[in-house]
């Protein structure tokens, strides 16, 4: 799949011309991205992101309530704790049955 490498939140870069924008770890957020963002994904955009994205300022500082509101509003996500894994423990994901994606494990 032929694919672009850009910066998201440049003001030069058109997001119109992509269905599919991946930030795994877009972790600063200037301002007027998450705004820019929002358009593009309430135009059909698709945006995949992770848990690592969306934590802090352009000053480096971490948010209040440990997300950008207009972030939570747009990745309908809430972090309430998030720990790292010590080698010999494990965690899992388990997907409601009949959910809207049909993922299924």
Known sequence: MPCDVVDPSS???????????????????????????????????VLLTGVLSGWVDENDLVFPCGMDAGWRRLVVLRREEFDHLYPE??????????NALGLSG
């Open 11 to 45: 003001p030069l870069t058109d997001l119109g011309r992509y269905r599919l924008l991946c930030l795994p770890q877009h972790y600063l957020l200037r301002p007027g991205f998450v705004e820019k963002l929002t358009v593009w994904v309430e135009s059909g955009g």
């Open 89 to 98: 423990d494990s965690n899992r994901f388990v997907c409601q049955s009949g």
